[in-house]
């Protein structure tokens, strides 16, 4: 009886915190889209490697820690060479390149993205496979529609509990309870040489959360993104890239990111973003051999957690085959 009602109180209380944060927070998704949206897998004609970490509010207790692993290629499609798509200039570096760019031939696109994300005593760890069609609709632009499908893993290790009776079978075992489900997320991107605009839903199963029979705590929410943004060239060899992240989560109101990126050429970079009512951000990155980037990215909060924590800090690690 015990049990069940120790059971039932950690139920609860994970599935109100579940509730309030589902999917981990990335100050750098747009040099890796494939952690948001499944629709552009595929999109570069490259095998393309990202890897990032994240640690959240430095110097807050059982902060968030993030790590994600994203593999992406494309299909041919009735090409000379095989496993590559057809693209002229695939990512202009300078504003003669603009003009050398034209849109792939319609194709298919292949991809996995793992996640691991520790918040306290919640560890949830997400494998999906991902797969993007690639629709040619001009000689500039491509449409690509994805799903991504796979597993989620919420693991809940009690041993970071603290209750008054420290004898309770379920505390004294000091293991970790472990719930499946399956998980679900589509998406659409369009792209040009100078715009992008697309959208995605994440956890579209709805799936339940609880770590008690006969008892429902909560619901995986399904989360939706929209993101655009352009790419503007003020001199030969310099470019402008603002963009706009829409994001809802029920019963949450709506939250937004506005990023702004400046690039030499696409060897360097620099940046800064504005999370409304959470925090401000600035990046830099560059690539090495056009086959290896990588970027950093610094949080600092100004929501009611800025005495308490001295920011955050995130790195993605980019390769291309």
């Not at 039932?8 to 927070?25: C, D, E, M, N």
């Not at 998980?183 to 008690?212: K, M, T």
């Not at 690539?287 to 100004?302: E, H, I, P, R, W």
Request: some cysteine; glycine content about 8%.
């Amino acid at each position: 009886m015990k049990r069940g009602i120790a059971l039932l109180i950690i139920s609860l209380v994970v599935g109100a915190s579940l509730q309030a944060q589902q999917k981990p927070h990335y100050t750098q998704y747009m040099q890796n889209m494939s952690v948001l949206n499944p629709a552009v897998t595929g999109m570069y004609h490259e095998l393309t490697i990202r890897s990032g970490y994240r640690t959240q509010w430095v110097g807050l207790e059982s902060a968030p820690k993030t790590s994600y692993f994203t593999i992406s290629k494309p299909i041919n499609i009735g090409n000379t060479r095989s496993g590559n798509v057809d693209y002229g200039i695939n990512d202009p570096a300078t504003k003669s390149d603009k003009s050398g760019y034209f849109s792939s031939l319609s194709h298919h696109g292949i991809g996995l993205v793992a996640l691991n994300d520790e918040t306290g005593p919640i560890t949830r760890t997400t494998l999906n496979f991902t797969y993007a069609y690639h629709i040619n609709i001009s000689d500039a632009a491509n449409l690509a529609v994805g799903v991504g499908a796979g597993v989620n893993r919420v693991s809940l290790n009690t041993s970071k509990l603290r209750f008054e009776d420290s004898n309770e079978p379920v505390i004294a075992s000091g293991g970790n309870l472990t719930r499946w489900s399956p998980d679900l997320n589509a998406g659409i991107y369009f792209y040009s040489a100078s715009v992008f605009v697309g959208g995605v839903i994440q956890q579209a199963l709805n799936q339940r959360l609880s770590f008690a029979e006969n008892y429902e705590s909560g619901k995986e929410v399904p989360h939706f993104f929209i993101t655009t943004g352009c790419r503007l060239w003020v001199r030969e060899d310099f470019s402008i890239f603002p963009s706009v992240t829409l994001k809802q989560l029920k019963p949450l109101p709506m939250a937004y990111d506005v990023n702004v990126k400046v690039a030499y050429r696409n060897n360097l970079w620099i940046g800064s973003s504005f999370r409304k009512g959470d925090s401000y951000s600035a990046m830099f990155g560059f690539n090495v051999a056009k086959s290896v980037s990588l970027g950093y990215a610094f949080d600092n909060t100004f929501s009611k957690l800025r005495d308490v924590n001295t920011g955050s800090h995130e790195i993605v690690l980019g390769i291309n085959f």
